[in-house]
């Protein structure tokens, strides 16, 4: 099992920055990829941005690239989403999730840390 723990919300005014950070633990060995989700009130869960365990590839939604940066650390087991340039829109829950090797679909959760963008 993976257990999954976000930490670094909080409250910012439009155009400024935050970092959230989500340490892994359990069997890390097993993850493939890890990925950051975010889920605004009324609105469906969606992908922010991924990043390949061992290779740090990268990818990201259109609407955070260029403003938002994934990034792991393979020694710690942490994986830390920085985001620029805040909008109003990126106000959300936003979650770390884990997929292991050999399934194709993210099988672990955090349990989320708010982030409020404010005008």
């Known amino acids: 099992q993976v257990q999954l723990v976000e930490s670094g919300g909080g409250l910012v005014q439009a155009g400024g920055s935050l970092r959230l950070s989500c340490a892994a633990s359990?069997?890390?060995?097993?993850?493939?990829?890890m990925g950051w989700f975010r889920q605004a009130p009324g609105k469906e869960r969606e992908f922010v941005a991924r990043?390949?365990?061992?290779?740090?590839?990268?990818f990201y939604a259109d609407s955070v690239k260029g403003r938002f940066a994934i990034s792991r650390d393979i020694a710690k087991n942490m994986v830390t989403l920085e985001m620029n340039s805040l909008k109003l829109e990126d106000t959300a829950v936003y979650y770390c999730?884990?997929?292991?090797?050999?399934?194709?679909?993210?099988?672990?959760w955090g349990q989320g840390t708010q982030v409020t963008v404010s005008s």
């Open positions: 359990g069997r890390t060995d097993t993850i493939y990829e």
């Open positions: 990043i390949n365990r061992g290779s740090g590839t990268t």
């Open positions: 999730a884990a997929r292991r090797f050999g399934m194709n679909r993210y099988e672990h």
